[in-house]
């Protein structure tokens, strides 16, 4: 958290399911990873999120993946990636391990000062979709767990085009995150580093994105 303390004050609001206008595919319920099928944000998160779609040109729309995830699905996704990481780098030490998987899935924590953020309820993976419910061009699929996805390099900053042409990533595909990401922001989420699809909005990491002493949404377990 660059060495900033942030307390949590949770401010009680309930998980409540996405509006029907929004188009929802639990992609770790259809991936057989979950037998939850639910889809669900905080009330705030889900009030900005619906003025966040009024931003969206008409005839387009959300393409919303996950929402709040219980530890137990947390769980698994972090060890699944584990192991692939494992298997695929067999040279890393157990820190440099640790550090990538948590790049993409943060572990389960049961600290209550340290939530997961998708366990608060105020994390949320999306898209765009145009009014032919197409998605954008992004350069990556969801969860391509790769330096493609990244939102931007450490020390860098957003529109970097430089760095997106090398790594890949179109003049258009930038322009699509930037579309996405600007639309959000506008609402008050935050991005998150390393995904482009992964929004923060009252947990630790909106709280250290827009350098706020106090985040309102801890976990919903502990």
């Known amino acids: 958290m660059n060495g900033k303390v942030i307390k949590i004050v949770d401010n009680g609001e309930l998980l409540v399911n996405f509006p029907s206008d929004f188009l929802c595919v639990p992609m770790y319920f259809k991936n057989r990873l979950t037998p939850n099928d639910s889809m669900q944000l905080r009330e705030g998160a889900i009030e900005a999120l619906v003025r966040a779609k009024k931003h969206l040109p008409k005839g387009w729309n959300f393409l919303i993946w996950d929402g ?40 389960a924590s049961h600290d209550p000062e340290l939530p997961s953020p998708h366990n608060t309820g105020g994390a949320v993976d999306l898209t765009i979709l145009n009014a032919a419910d197409e998605e954008l061009d992004m350069g ?43 639309i959000l922001t506008a609402e008050g989420f935050g991005p998150y580093q390393w995904e ?3 929004f923060n909005f009252g947990n630790l990491g909106w709280a250290e994105y827009y350098g706020k002493d106090i985040a309102i949404y801890g976990s919903l377990e502990l």
């Open 140 to 182: 990556t699929f969801f969860d391509e767990f790769t330096e493609k996805s990244y939102t931007w390099k450490d020390g860098g900053t957003f529109d970097d085009l430089e760095y997106d042409i090398a790594r890949g990533i179109t003049p258009q595909q930038s322009e699509n995150r930037k579309i996405l990401r600007e």
């Open 68 to 107: 709040y995830r219980p530890l137990k699905l947390q769980q698994k996704l972090y060890d699944d990636l584990t192991a692939l990481r494992q298997s695929e780098h067999p040279e890393w030490d157990n820190i440099r391990l640790a550090n990538e998987v948590e790049k993409f899935v943060k572990y």
């Open 196 to 198: 482009w699809w992964h």
